[in-house]
């Protein structure tokens, strides 16, 4: 029993981590994931890491400026944006909603608390242009976290 106690949350673990890499968007191959020249990280907190909220996730992206929203659209540059337990928006011509599972990093920062509920959460990076819309193909990475 003592063994079952430690194990199961581990195969849970893997379980939600399976479930997000098999989401069904097109960002979950490798070679969506990382476009063109440029490469989103998620740099913090790591993948399949415990945390305690609040939550600060720390973005790196090789290949592309950060910038903040309020400078335009310009080629080569962007802002992040965090995916919260969603999967990147299937229409990459539309700007990225904002609400909830949407967080906007529009003022070009490169770091973001979340008050993230207890639980198995799939965080998702995407980078944009200065009007919201991702990058086609999309420039994202993704973890999967549980908040203690």
């Not at 090789?62 to 928006?89: F, Q, R, S």
Request: proline share 8%; with cysteine.
């Amino acid at each position: 029993m003592n063994i079952l106690i430690r194990v199961l949350p581990i195969l849970m673990l893997t379980f939600f981590i399976g479930c997000a890499a098999q989401q069904g968007s097109v960002a979950s191959t490798p070679s969506a994931a990382r476009s063109g020249d440029g490469a989103l990280t998620i740099t913090k907190p790591a993948q399949a890491s415990d945390v305690r909220g609040p939550v600060e996730v720390c973005l790196d992206i090789k290949g592309y400026t950060v910038e903040p929203a309020k400078n335009g659209v310009n080629e080569g540059k962007g802002h992040h944006h965090l995916l919260i337990d969603t999967p990147v928006p299937s229409d990459l011509s539309q700007p990225v909603a904002k609400d909830a599972n949407h967080v906007h990093m529009g003022d070009g920062s490169t770091c973001k608390t979340l008050n993230l509920a207890p639980g198995v959460h799939t965080i998702r990076g995407l980078f944009a242009k200065g009007n919201h819309v991702p990058y086609n193909p999309p420039i994202t990475d993704a973890i999967v976290v549980v908040v203690k």
